[in-house]
T-cell receptor
Framework: DSGVTQTPKHLITATGQRVTLRCSPRSGDLSVYWYQQSLDQGLQFLIQYYNGEERAKGNILERFSAQQFPDLHSELNLSSLELGDSALYFC????????????FGPGTRLLVL | AQKVTQAQTEISVVEKEDVTLDCVYETRDTTYYLFWYKQPPSGELVFLIRRNSFDEQNEISGRYSWNFQKSTSSFNFTITASQVVDSAVYFCALSETGYNQGGKLIFGQGTELSVKP
């Protein structure tokens, strides 16, 4: 158990819908990262927050957004969902904003029908 | 541009064989970090090792060992006397330290290791 929690574990929804994925980092970690794992794209970095501020951005779609709250938990919002958004979404956390090991949560498996 | 290549998509071995997973990376940074993660069939990503670019010492942890060679931009992972429980997808990843990079990990495509009894 990495200490990073993600909810829900599974999510099934329809195209056009909006979902929110939640992540709680390990105790003491200030950075939260979101990654998407799909068969065609592999593991891709989406976005990083450090102590409430956006720190780095990857190839995150405009339909996706994220935030980190004062208690350091983070939410990833996915809207206007398409079939291609079906993937495993991981959250990871680390102590600092770089140069630290990232510990991953169990992931949220999203299926868009 | 930064890139991680794991040329071996799938490897199949018989229990007790040694197996080496290859990882080659590209970066312009002089300071960077390399990682290996394991993804067992249950799906979670498990951290195995982190190595910074200034530390080229090989590392051994039980049956696992890592060979970092800056001259060839490689960070290979060897499992000695493989076991069925080693069956998983293994990912090599790179983290750069340049401005605005944050701590993002750039992953290779992964190598699926199957250890048969």
């Amino acid at each position: 158990d990495s200490g990073v929690t993600q909810t829900p574990k599974h999510l099934i929804t329809a195209t056009g819908q909006r979902v929110t994925l939640r992540c709680s980092p390990r105790s003491g970690d200030l950075s939260v990262y979101w990654y998407q794992q799909s068969l065609d794209q592999g593991l891709q970095f989406l976005i990083q927050y450090y102590n409430g501020e956006e720190r780095a951005k990857g190839n995150i779609l405009e339909r996706f957004s994220a935030q980190q709250f004062p208690d350091l938990h983070s939410e990833l919002n996915l809207s206007s969902l398409e079939l291609g958004d079906s993937a495993l979404y991981f959250c990871a956390s680390s102590l600092n904003y770089r140069e630290e090991t990232q510990y991953f949560g169990p992931g949220t498996r999203l299926l868009v029908l | 541009a930064q890139k991680v290549t794991q040329a071996q998509t799938e490897i199949s071995v018989v229990e007790k064989e040694d197996v080496t997973l290859d990882c080659v990376y590209e970066t312009r940074d002089t300071t960077y970090y390399l990682f290996w993660y394991k993804q067992p069939p249950s799906g979670e990503l498990v951290f195995l090792i982190r190595r910074n670019s200034f530390d080229e010492q090989n590392e051994i942890s039980g049956r696992y060992s890592w060979n970092f060679q800056k001259s060839t931009s490689s960070f290979n992972f060897t499992i000695t006397a493989s076991q069925v429980v080693d069956s998983a997808v293994y990912f090599c990843a790179l983290s750069e330290t340049g401005y605005n990079q944050g701590g993002k990990l750039i992953f290779g495509q992964g190598t699926e290791l199957s250890v048969k009894p």
